[in-house]
C-alpha cells in the first residue's frame, strides 16, 4: 500500500505491515489503514517517538510512545470485550501505545494516557479506547525524557 | 435530534439491541441505565470530546516539527 506523506515522503508498506483500525482513531473514524514508523536501530523496550501514519490521509501521523518506557507502572483497565474484535491478545502480540501532543512550547509536551492504542502484532488490528482509570489526558513527559536521555548518555 | 418524552422507569430501544431507561430523576440530574452489546464503547460525552481534541492536537504539523527535532 503506498501513501504520499507530509513527514516521511512516498512510502509504500507491504499489505501485512499495515494496522488496520475498524473504528478509526476517536475523531477519525475515516482513518482505517495505518503504518507504524519507527527507528530501527532502537531497542524496542527504549523509550523512543513512533510514528502511527495514516495510509488513508499521508498529511497526518499521530506520534506515539510505549507508555510504559516513561511510566514503568502504567498498567491501565482494558474492557475486554471492547478489544475483542483485536483477535486473542497475549503479552507476547500486543503492543500498547499513547499519543504525543507537541504543544508550542515543546517543554510542555503531553502523552495521552487515558486514551491508549492496543494493537494486536500478530494480525495488526488494533483500536484506541477511553480507559475508565484516573489517567491524565495530558500527562507531561518531557523531563522524563529528558531524564533518561541524560540516564542514557551517562551509561 | 428525535426528541421523545420518557418518565422514570420507561425505557428506549435502539437498533433491536440497545436499551436505554431512565432509572432516577433527582432535580436537574437523571441517572441513565443502558443496556448494549460489550462491544459498543459507551462515554461521556464530555471525556469523548476531549480525547478527540488531544488527537486532533498531536497531529499538529508545528508540533510533529517540533519533536522531529527533539528526536534528532
Known amino acids: ?155 | 435530534m428525535l426528541a421523545l418524552t420518557r418518565k422514570k422507569g420507561e425505557a428506549l430501544v435502539i437498533n433491536n439491541n440497545i436499551e436505554v431507561t431512565v432509572l432516577e430523576i433527582r432535580g436537574d440530574q437523571i441517572k441513565i441505565g443502558i443496556s448494549a452489546p460489550k462491544d459498543v464503547p459507551i462515554y461521556r460525552k464530555e471525556v469523548y470530546l476531549q480525547i478527540q481534541k488531544e488527537n486532533e492536537a498531536a497531529i499538529s504539523a508545528e508540533g510533529v516539527d517540533l519533536l522531529k527535532g527533539l528526536m534528532k
Do not use: C
Open chain 1, 1 to 155: 500500500m503506498k501513501a504520499k506523506t507530509r513527514y516521511f515522503g512516498e512510502i509504500d508498506i507491504a499489505e501485512d505491515k499495515i494496522i488496520t483500525m475498524d473504528k478509526g482513531m476517536i475523531g477519525f473514524p475515516e482513518l482505517v489503514h495505518f503504518a507504524l514508523i519507527f527507528d530501527e536501530e532502537r531497542d524496542a523496550k527504549e523509550f523512543s517517538i513512533m510514528w502511527l501514519q495514516s495510509m488513508d490521509d499521508g498529511d497526518i501521523a499521530f506520534p506515539v510512545i510505549i507508555p510504559s518506557t516513561i511510566v514503568p507502572d502504567y498498567n491501565p483497565t482494558v474492557s475486554e470485550e471492547i478489544i475483542s474484535p483485536l483477535g486473542e491478545l497475549t503479552p507476547d502480540n500486543t503492543y500498547l501505545l499513547t499519543t504525543v501532543k507537541v504543544p508550542s512550547q515543546i517543554d510542555k509536551m503531553t502523552s495521552n494516557l487515558k486514551a491508549p492504542i492496543v494493537i494486536n502484532m500478530e494480525n495488526n488490528k488494533a483500536v484506541q479506547l477511553i480507559v475508565e482509570d484516573d489517567y491524565d489526558v495530558r500527562f507531561p513527559v518531557y523531563n522524563l525524557i529528558q531524564g533518561l536521555k541524560r540516564e542514557k548518555a551517562g551509561e
